[in-house]
C-alpha cells in the first residue's frame, strides 16, 4: 500500500474517532463515570511516549538541541496560549452568576462554538505533524497516530458532552464534532502535498510540544485529582502501561 494511501486511510479513521461521542447516548453514566480516569491515564502515557520516544527523535536527527527546544518551546505555548484565549473567551461570554440556564441556550452558544474551534485547529495541527512524522519515519508515525487516538477518545467523550449541556442536540453534536475531526485528514493532505517545500522535522517538534502540553497540562493534573478523590487508584499504572507500550512500540521499530 502507497504512503498516500496510508495518510489517508489514517486520517479518515481518526476522524471517524468523533463519533464515539455517541458513546454517552447509549452507556449509563455510571459507567462512562467509570470509563473516564483509565482512559485519561491512557491517553496521558500515550501522548507523552509519542512525543518523547517518537517524535522528538525523529526531530533531533535533523536538527540540533537548540534549535529543536525552540520548536517544541513553540508548540507547547502555542496550545497554551490557545487554550487561555478560550477560557478567556468563555468567561468573557459567561461572567459569574450568568448563564446557569443551559437548557435555554441554542446551537449559537459561545462555549460550544469555542469548544469546535479548538478542536478543528487542535485536529489540523495533529494531522499536519503526524503526518510530518510519518513521512520522516513510518513507525513513529503511526506510534504518534496511536497516540493522538487514546487521547481523541476522552477528548471526544467530553467535548460530546459539553454540547450537549450548551444546548445542542445529539445529531447536532454528533455532526459538528465529526466537521472538526475531518481537519485532521486536511492537515495530513497539506503535509503530503508540501512534503518537499514543508520542512518536516520542525513540524514534528512543534507537534511533540503539543502533544507534551496536553499530557503534562490537562491529562495529567486530571489523573492527579481522579486519585485524590478516590476515583481511580490505579490511574498512575494505566499511565505507566500507556507510557511502557509506546517505549516498546520505538525499542522494536
Known sequence: MSSWAVILIGS?????VALVGGIT????????????????????????GGA????????????DPLRSGVWIAFGFTAFLALEQFLHWHQSHHHPPGVGDQRASHSPSEPLA????????????????????????????GV??????????????????????????????????NL????????????????????PLAPVVLFAAGNFIYIAASDLVPAIKNNAAHGLS??????FVAALWFMWLVAAQA
Open 12 to 16: 479518515l479513521l481518526m476522524s471517524l
Open 25 to 48: 447516548l447509549i452507556l449509563p453514566p455510571w459507567r462512562l463515570w467509570q470509563l473516564q480516569p483509565p482512559l485519561v491515564s491512557v491517553a496521558a502515557g500515550s501522548l507523552l
Open 52 to 63: 518523547l520516544f517518537h517524535m522528538l527523535p525523529e526531530g533531533f536527527d535533523a536538527f
Open 113 to 140: 462554538l469555542l469548544i469546535l474551534l479548538g478542536d478543528g485547529l487542535h485536529n489540523l495541527l495533529c494531522g499536519l505533524g503526524i503526518t510530518s512524522a510519518y513521512l520522516i519515519n513510518p513507525p513513529a
Open 143 to 176: 506510534a504518534a497516530w496511536l497516540a493522538a487516538v487514546a487521547h481523541e477518545i476522552p477528548q471526544e467523550l467530553g467535548d460530546f458532552g459539553v454540547l450537549l449541556h450548551s444546548g445542542w442536540s445529539p445529531r447536532q453534536a454528533l455532526f459538528w
Open 179 to 198: 466537521i472538526t475531526a475531518l481537519t485532521f485528514p486536511l492537515g495530513a493532505m497539506l503535509a503530503w502535498w508540501l512534503r518537499d517545500q514543508l
Open 233 to 238: 487508584k490505579s490511574g498512575f499504572a494505566f
